[in-house]
């Protein structure tokens, strides 16, 4: 029996053009299409869709229930790409050992964090090593 595969993630907004520019200009999606009304943006197998709703604010009313975690490659260059865009910081961008972590608010008030992880942290998860 196939298992359950997490392939996609629906977002509801008042305007999702300026949502789907967003992701678009500071994380450079592989991929930003427009499929019926969805504006789907594809970052590596997973794909973020964007939907217009009539029945949201908007801003999100709980932006702390669902935080999107993005793992980049260069998150100084996300972060200046935010910034130019004039992005709402949550938690600004700090070095943890060599990893790399901030949490920005996309245009409509939903938690978007940043992670670049080190080498070092990553050869420990590979380990199955954890922090204490």
């Not at 009313?61 to 793992?71: C, S, Y």
């Not at 600004?92 to 080190?118: C, H, W």
Request: no cysteine; net charge negative.
């Amino acid at each position: 029996m196939k298992r359950p595969n997490l392939d996609s993630m629906l977002l509801a907004s008042a305007d999702p053009d300026r949502l789907r520019d967003w992701y678009a200009a500071v994380l450079d999606p592989a991929a930003s299409d427009t499929v019926d009304h969805y504006r789907v943006l594809r970052f590596g197998t997973f794909h973020l869709l964007i939907d217009q709703r009539d029945d949201v604010g908007p801003k999100a009313a709980d932006p702390t229930r669902v935080i999107l975690n993005f793992d980049v490659a260069d998150a100084r260059a996300v972060a200046t790409r935010m910034d130019e865009r004039g992005t709402e910081w949550v938690a600004p961008l700090e070095d943890r050992d060599g990893s790399y972590f901030a949490t920005a608010k996309d245009p409509d008030g939903n938690y978007v964090q940043i992670i670049q992880m080190s080498e070092e942290h990553l050869a420990a998860m590979e380990r199955g090593e954890t922090g204490g």
